[in-house]
């Protein structure tokens, strides 16, 4: 490049300026690459075409910052096309729009904030929020795991919840992935698993938050893209809510000090993973809960004593995002007087300074008058807190360091990228016939599914998660003296009343044709939810994708968006909340299309929760919904490394029907013990019911509303909205009465022997007891 | 004393969790109380209450080692408050941070009646390396003390224990001795059939020298324990709820005969 382009004006503060005029498209694009701006020619000459004079280095970092994939979401708010035309903005016309058409009472606040915000019991409202962490956990799993949940309870504090819970799901390369096979940087999944989980539990633990749900998946696909889900979850009094930022108010910013960790965070997060991303190791951020702890108490106390007028948490960007966004979403204009700042370090350009992702910092905004009782709080609190700057009507974002002016942008145009295009085709997935042998032993096939890696217990990475702390978590990640599976967590979050927050989650990569991968993904995670007796479920989305920039992973997407309205729709349950992360690819390729649904509902009274527990013998078992004969993409089939089938579909009609009439069963006091289908079908969910239970099961499939003739179909089928209840045998009548016209049959009862046995299709009959279950499952 | 009177004062600092569920359950009995954060508590009088309870947590991160930075600043601020506190007979609880803390200024086991600063015994590492959180059982050794009123000697409980430094260790053999000899030993692990731990993981769940649990100076007015009765209180708060959701769980107890004895007092 052409030295003069990028000039040094200020030795002093270290500030320079870029001759952008000057450049022409090569050197635009070199500049974005040198000063690590990630950002793509045309948004560099918009940029060129915007400026009059020549812009600093901090300005043209803060443009890197905010128009970032990571910022902005430009993908999803950008134009698609497609054969059938351009689709546009399909965040606002597929995820906010089933939102908005089912238009609930009780959304209190959507999309809007840090965090969805949904009605609870006497005033108080439930703040959800799910993030992924996955670009630095692949460079530094425990600094990048336990930063991940930092992230995100900050994510809940500002929206003035106070965090109650948190909840994981985590996919890693196979444990057993041979040296050899990795290339270009990337690291052992063992390396990586035992950092994530550490880091996550030292978060998490340290700042005394149970973490009740999650999952943990295995495939070759994230061997080089470690993909780490975080989510938190609080509690706010409706009326403690404020977000009106005023003119005149002063911007505190609060918490760390301010360095050199996590510098390009959000740059770093919106590009693949190169063989070089170690040397990035700088873009992850570095965790201090006990600092985060201190602001939780000093943020939980400004609220209640209504000191602030605004609160925003310092994630992406840092101060750059933060304080444009506070101002801009207010209608203001802000100075920043970036010398008050707190830091860790000397020497910092101003630049790194204003765009520094260090880790449990919050920025307030508070009127003057109340800002001396605000700052005897965090003195009381031992949180550092400093005045940045004045809230004014210029509508502009003024950054002075040491008494010079380093970044003057308006605001407007700072916010207004230009819309990015991306390409895709509609074309269906097409997946060929499978042609497996019937095996011979069916136990054989089912002690070999409960010991796989993606569906055994996770007990030993559960129990170095705190999931007791706070005392209000009713239905637990583990089950009984046993140690079992539950579908979803039950939280009592009131002293005074007994209404429960009902977490679960759903997941399912392995479904090769990404519309039906969405629509499963959001029946699990709704029929866990109602599973353990949620009802009036929000969901909230998270997309772990590849390049969007490649058509064949932007065609996934779409038609992935396509199925989140769709069955958002039919299943009556809006979107609150989400996040997109792209562009994970490392040299091993890209991850599978991976959607993570997180449902968050409620319970009138946690006392009817219901577990997975079988609780006394001779007591029918009903199967709920139609096992069909679809099995791509499930675990039986890849424990056979065969391939093809059907994919899962899912009737949002009766689905919703069924899990209706399962929540009226649980209302009237009819159902015992409940577990979903999913992965590894009837055969697993019946063999950790009776791993949990004192009791055991006899269910036999010729019983079973099938549409397959082969027994280990039947078996291990993944057909989704199904349910494996066992009813009090009293109310077996009532209970199908409710159901009528439902697919819904006894096909077994609870017996003495605490075993599983069953019968096939052919008349043989299986047995094995729950010690050599258990051993298989948990290892012990 | 009439219980409107008493109040009981939950300690905190930077890092400190578990304050507000103690709160929670001393409420629930009828006893009114104070969180106090540490800067707060210095300008309080400790003398208007009648209880003192160290919370779990990780008090100043457990950064050096769990409940040593707080120990060293109970020291500074709060020795001879503290002294009288335990000398008046009043009654001072730790849980996991707070047993921690308590063996980390000498009150526990120490001698029994100075706040020496110098500790005796420490809770080291679990012998898995792991942090834990699990549903323990264990054995009540005395029902001699305070907390213990409502318990007879030999009963099991069933309680959920979360940490990572928890394996209660002694300087020597002889200290074991002593302290079981002056029935200083409270609680200790035993099996899910109340068989004796034995060290044995997952019934012991850190590798506590003796199964040991719980215990408390000679007195008997200060207990320290890992595991977190303020978690077991309620019968909705158990693993499981069998047939019967049951009204109240095994904590409840000895938060109850902390209460009585404030009351009898």
């Known amino acids: 490049m052409k030295k003069q382009i990028i000039k040094k004006v200020n030795a002093r503060i270290s500030l320079r300026m870029i001759d952008l005029k000057a450049a022409d498209d090569r050197e635009l694009k070199e500049i974005s690459s040198v000063m690590g701006l990630a950002l793509s020619l045309d948004e560099m000459k918009a940029l060129k075409g915007h400026f009059s004079t020549m812009p600093t280095d901090v300005e043209l970092q803060t443009f890197g910052q905010t128009w970032s994939e990571h910022c902005i979401h430009k993908t999803f708010k950008g134009d698609i096309s497609t054969e059938k035309g351009t689709i546009k903005n399909i965040f606002k016309n597929f995820i906010a729009k089933a939102t908005k058409e089912m238009n609930k009472p009780w959304c209190f606040s959507v999309f809007e904030d840090n965090a969805g915000l949904v009605d609870f019991d006497k005033g108080y409202v439930i703040a959800a929020k799910v993030e992924t962490h996955n670009h630095p956990s692949a460079v530094e799993p425990f600094g990048g795991a336990a930063t991940g949940t930092g992230g995100v309870i900050r994510d809940i504090l500002g929206v003035w919840g106070e965090p109650i819970a948190c909840s994981d799901v985590l996919c890693f390369g196979p444990l057993d992935t041979d040296y050899k096979d990795l290339i270009g940087g990337v690291k052992h999944p063992k390396y990586i698993y035992k950092g994530v989980i550490a880091g996550i539990g030292a978060y998490g633990n340290n700042m005394g938050l149970p973490t009740v749900n999650g999952a943990i998946l295995f495939d070759k696909s994230y061997t080089g893209n470690v993909v780490v889900y975080c989510g938190c979850y609080g509690m706010l009094p409706k009326d403690l809510y404020i977000n009106k930022t005023q003119e005149g108010d002063l911007a505190v910013l609060a918490g760390g000090k301010t360095g050199r960790d996590g510098i390009h965070g959000v740059t770093f997060a919106s590009a693949d993973l190169s063989e070089e991303a170690d040397e990035q190791r700088s873009a992850v951020q570095i965790p201090n809960p006990l600092v985060e702890e201190r602001l939780r108490r000093a943020t939980l106390r400004l609220r209640d004593s209504r000191l602030c007028t605004g609160i925003t948490d310092l994630g992406g960007g840092g101060i750059s995002c933060a304080t444009g966004e506070m101002a801009y979403r207010s209608g203001l204009g802000l100075g920043v007087n970036l010398s008050v700042v707190h830091l860790k370090e000397k020497d910092l350009a101003p630049w790194e300074i204003w765009v520094s992702e260090s880790q449990e910092r919050m920025l307030y905004s508070i009127s003057p008058d109340r800002l001396e009782d605000a700052m005897e709080i965090f003195k009381e609190e031992e949180v550092e807190a400093c005045i940045l700057g004045r809230f004014n009507k210029t509508g502009k974002l003024t950054v002075i360091i040491q008494n010079v002016i380093v970044c003057d942008l308006d605001l407007n145009f700072l916010y207004s990228p230009p819309t990015v295009m991306r390409f895709a085709s509609l074309v269906e997935t097409q997946i060929k016939k499978c042609d497996l042998p019937e095996p011979n032993n069916l136990e054989d096939e089912l002690l070999t599914l409960l010991a796989d890696p993606n569906i055994r217990s996770r007990e030993g990475v559960i129990r170095t998660y705190d999931h007791e702390v706070r005392a209000c978590t009713a239905i637990k990640p583990l089950q009984g003296s046993e140690s079992g599976p539950n579908d979803a967590a039950v939280l009592k979050p009131l002293k005074d009343s007994w209404m429960g927050i009902v977490i679960s989650c759903g997941i399912n990569p392995f479904l090769q044709d990404p519309y039906w991968m969405a629509a499963s993904s959001i029946d699990e995670a709704v029929r866990n939810n109602v599973a353990v007796g949620g009802r009036r479920i929000a969901i909230l989305d998270n997309f772990v994708w590849g390049n969007p920039e490649h058509k064949d992973r932007m065609s996934s997407l779409l038609r992935a968006v396509q199925a989140c309205y769709d069955f958002a729709v039919a299943l009556d349950v809006p979107f609150i909340s989400g996040k997109d992360s792209l562009y994970n690819e490392s040299p091993l390729g890209p991850v599978r299309p991976t959607l993570l649904i997180t449902g968050i509902g409620m319970i009138p009274d946690i006392r009817r929760a219901i577990t997975a527990e079988l609780r006394r013998e001779g007591n029918p078992i009903f199967l709920l919904g139609t096992t069909k004969e679809e099995l791509s993409g499930s675990a039986y089939l890849r424990s056979k490394s065969a391939e093809g089938g059907d994919c899962p579909t899912v009737d949002g009609v009766l689905s919703k029907s069924t899990m209706d009439a399962l929540t009226l069963a649980i209302d009237k006091g009819l159902v015992a013990s409940c577990h979903d289908l999913s992965d590894g079908g009837l055969g697993i969910a019946a063999s950790e019911m009776v791993i949990s239970s004192k009791v055991g099961m006899h269910i036999d499939l010729t019983k079973v509303h099938s549409q397959t003739r082969r027994s280990d179909f039947v078996l291990f089928s993944e057909s989704n909205s199904r349910f494996l209840v066992e009813v009090e045998e009293k109310g077996a009548k009532e209970f199908a009465g409710i159901f009528k016209g439902l697919p819904a049959c006894i096909i077994g009862e609870t017996t003495k022997e605490n075993a599983l046995s069953f019968e096939d299709l052919k008349g043989k009959n299986y047995g094995v007891n729950a010690t050599q279950l258990r051993l298989t499952w948990r290892g012990y | ?265």
């Open chain 2, 1 to 265: 004393m009439k219980l409107c009177d008493a109040k009981a004062c939950v300690l905190r600092v930077g890092g400190t969790n578990c304050d507000a569920e103690i709160k929670w359950v001393l409420e629930d009995l009828g006893l009114s109380t104070d969180i106090l954060h540490m800067n707060q508590a210095i300008k309080k009088d400790l003398a208007d209450y009648q209880m003192l309870v160290f919370p779990g947590g990780f008090s100043y991160g457990d950064y050096v080692r769990a409940g040593a930075i707080w120990s060293r600043e109970i020291l500074t601020k709060l020795k001879k408050d503290l002294e009288i506190f335990i000398d008046e007979g009043k009654l001072v609880l730790g849980i996991c941070n707070g047993f921690q803390v308590l063996v980390e200024i000498g009150i526990l086991p120490g001698d029994g009646e100075n706040v020496s600063g110098i500790p005796t015994a420490v809770l080291a590492n679990n012998i898995s390396a792991k942090y834990e959180c699990r549903w323990v059982n264990l054995k009540v050794e005395s029902d001699r003390i305070p907390f213990f009123g409502l318990l007879k000697k030999g009963q099991a409980l069933q309680i959920p224990i979360g940490h990572g430094e928890g394996r209660f260790i002694l300087q020597s053999e002889d200290a074991l001795t002593e302290l079981i000899k002056n029935n200083q030993v409270v609680l200790r692990y035993i099996s899910p059939d109340c068989a004796a731990a034995e060290g044995k993981y997952p019934n012991n769940p850190n590798g506590a020298v003796y199964d040991i649990a719980g215990i408390c100076n000679r007195k008997g007015n200060v207990m320290g324990m890992m595991p977190h009765p303020e978690r077991a209180y309620f019968g909705w708060q158990l693993p499981s709820w069998g047939k019967e959701l049951p009204k109240f769980g095994d904590g409840k107890a000895i938060f109850e005969s902390a209460v009585n004895y404030i009351k009898k007092y």
